[in-house]
């Protein structure tokens, strides 16, 4: 008996050190990826009433065009509603929380419920940004309705900022986006808007048909592994999103690399999410609602999701894969 509680005592500390080193923070995601630009979104330092908040946004967000885009009168500075569950190892735990309100029965990304607006990247490089990192903490309400699903932040670049979402493809020489969704009972995924190409779309898997972890829908984006982390109601959680756009720009070696609470979840190595260098990162992606486009996607009591700690890294070298000429898809 003493010889097993020996080896017991010995595997311990190895298991836990193994666990540690599985860790992987944003600072050093940015580091292995030479993303050397970094900015956090500022936050108040007392909560706030919804034009307060709004005032707040526009002047310290550097937002596209300056506003908010949709759902406005949704969001609110509030009062951290579970101080107790914070993310692990979370650095920042206190102060006022970006509240987001949907409302009962709402979906889409119209006005009613949900937010929607693009923070530039604000820096002084010559250079355009072919690589980023978006990292912050979301949480649920304590009896969250999923429903069958909602959007929620990610990345989005190319010289059209307004396409890319709301079923506006992408073709290569556009945008491209990257948010993240929530699925039926909690799923995650990445939900993309990138060219449709036969290394990520094979034609004989068009529909809604899941093929090495993608499902490829004409109408939509692009499902990225659907359930390969989870959404948890009633604690934080840190999520953390890299894009790394493929060069050049006609093979298929860009990077979609998720994070969930600084564990690796999902990566797609084999993407050409642009046909032409006019596409570049350029910057956060605030989207959140739920749907889809009916109203089979709403919830049917007021829901709320909570927001903290965005920070974007952002740096000039594209991804460095080695992959073969992307194999565009013929219809």
């Not at 949907?102 to 889409?108: C, E, N, Q, R, T």
């Not at 720009?249 to 260098?277: E, F, H, W």
Request: hydrophobic letters at 35%; charged letters at 15%.
């Amino acid at each position: 008996m003493a010889r097993i509680i020996l080896l017991s005592s010995l595997l311990i500390p190895i298991f836990l050190q193994a666990n540690a080193a599985s860790s992987t923070p944003a600072s050093a995601i940015a580091a292995q990826y030479s993303l050397t630009a970094s900015t956090a979104i500022p936050f108040p330092t007392a909560t706030m009433s919804n034009s307060d908040t709004q005032s707040f946004i526009t002047s310290n967000w550097n937002l596209l065009r300056n506003k908010i885009e949709n759902g406005a009168s949704f969001v609110d500075f509030v009062a951290d509603p579970f101080p107790n569950a914070p993310a692990p190892g979370s650095q920042n735990a206190s102060g006022p929380v970006l509240q987001v309100t949907y409302p009962v029965g709402s979906f889409s990304a119209g006005n009613q419920g949900g937010t929607q607006m693009v923070s530039m990247f604000n820096s002084s490089s010559a250079q355009p940004f072919e690589a980023m990192l978006v990292t912050y903490e979301i949480a649920f309400d304590q009896g969250y309705q999923w429903v069958k699903g909602g959007k929620l932040p990610g990345l989005r670049g190319g010289p059209e900022l307004d396409g890319c979402s709301g079923g506006n493809q992408a073709n290569g020489t556009n945008c491209f986006s990257t948010r993240l969704m929530w699925r039926t009972s909690g799923q995650g995924e990445v939900y993309a808007y990138v060219p449709r190409t036969d290394d990520i779309c094979p034609n004989s898997k068009r529909s809604l048909t899941e093929s090495d972890g993608v499902i490829c829908d004409d109408k939509d984006g692009i499902s990225i592994d659907r359930g390969s982390f989870a959404f948890s109601p009633g604690q934080w959680q840190r999520i953390s999103l890299v894009v790394r756009l493929n060069n050049p720009p006609n093979v298929a070696n860009g990077q979609i690399t998720l994070y969930n609470n600084d564990q690796q979840a999902l990566t797609k190595n084999d993407v050409q999410i642009r046909t032409s260098d006019a596409v570049y990162t350029a910057g956060l992606y605030i989207s959140t609602f739920f749907g889809g486009g009916d109203d089979s996607w709403a919830p049917n009591s007021t829901m709320h999701t909570y927001f903290r700690n965005f920070q974007v890294f952002a740096g000039t070298a594209p991804s460095n894969l080695t992959r073969s000429t992307a194999r565009r898809a013929s219809r």
